[in-house]
Antibody, heavy 121, light 110 residues
Framework: QLQLQQSGPGLVKPSETLSLTCTVSGGSISSSSYYWGWIRQPPGKRLEWIGSIYYSGKTHYNPSLKSRVTISIDTSKNQFSLHLSSVTAADTAVYYC?????????????WGQGTPVTVSS | QSVLTQPPSASGTPGQRVTISCSGSTSNIGSNPVNWYQHLPGTAPKLLIHSNNQRPSGVPDRFSGSKSGTSASLAISGLQSEDEADYYCAAWDDSLDVRVFGGGTKLTVL
């Protein structure tokens, strides 16, 4: 049974960098069949796709966040991470790590438990 | 920004059939498959339908999806109390080069 376990702080100060890690168990992050990504949901707003990474390190980011986002992968630890720089109150959201099935459709078939992150001084 | 439009709410009584719509454009639904997610409060969202009308293993056949042109629909038949949740549609948008989501529909079982 694949599980995605998220870790990271729930409170980040404005202008600092938000960092979250997702540890994958029950499956290999090095599989060529999947992408690994992040999605967030600000309070009262719709889900927003942040970006994803392939086991090779190839990334694909939401253009609206691209200048501030870095997604990295550590295959030795079966983990991937999100770094979002220069955060503001607008980045307050529940952040989910996800697995996307490779191919044309790329549905998200597994989600982490979600990490509420508040940006506040 | 191009987005997918869903009704904010829907409701039905146990045993009824309800339908949730998702309206998009030629750059998203009109060009790419649609996925649907079920989100129960306090839990991780769950993939309900992928590739317009395909159910992952374990999803009851009470749930079905369809697509026509730039719109898609999720139908739930034999409504049950445990179906009370938020439902989201999603598709890739070729113009924005990003995955886009609908605003979500809160389903209430009366």
């Amino acid at each position: 049974q694949l599980q995605l376990q998220q870790s990271g702080p729930g409170l980040v100060k404005p202008s600092e960098t938000l960092s979250l890690t997702c540890t994958v168990s029950g499956g290999s992050i090095s599989s060529s069949s999947y992408y690994w990504g992040w999605i967030r949901q600000p309070p009262g707003k719709r889900l927003e796709w942040i970006g994803s990474i392939y086991y090779s390190g190839k990334t694909h980011y939401n253009p609206s966040l691209k200048s501030r986002v870095t997604i990295s992968i550590d295959t030795s630890k079966n983990q991937f991470s999100l770094h979002l720089s220069s955060v503001t109150a607008a980045d307050t959201a529940v952040y989910y790590c996800v697995r996307e099935v490779g191919g044309v459709v790329r549905p998200v078939d597994h989600w982490g438990q979600g990490t509420p992150v508040t940006v506040s001084s | 920004q191009s987005v997918l439009t869903q009704p904010p709410s829907a409701s039905g009584t146990p045993g009824q059939r309800v339908t949730i719509s998702c309206s998009g454009s030629t750059s998203n639904i009109g060009s790419n498959p649609v996925n649907w997610y079920q989100h129960l409060p306090g839990t991780a969202p769950k993939l309900l339908i992928h590739s317009n009308n395909q159910r992952p293993s374990g999803v009851p056949d009470r749930f079905s999806g369809s697509k026509s042109g730039t719109s898609a629909s999720l139908a739930i038949s034999g409504l049950q109390s445990e179906d009370e949740a938020d439902y989201y549609c999603a598709a890739w948008d070729d113009s924005l080069d990003v995955r886009v989501f609908g605003g979500g529909t809160k389903l209430t079982v009366l």
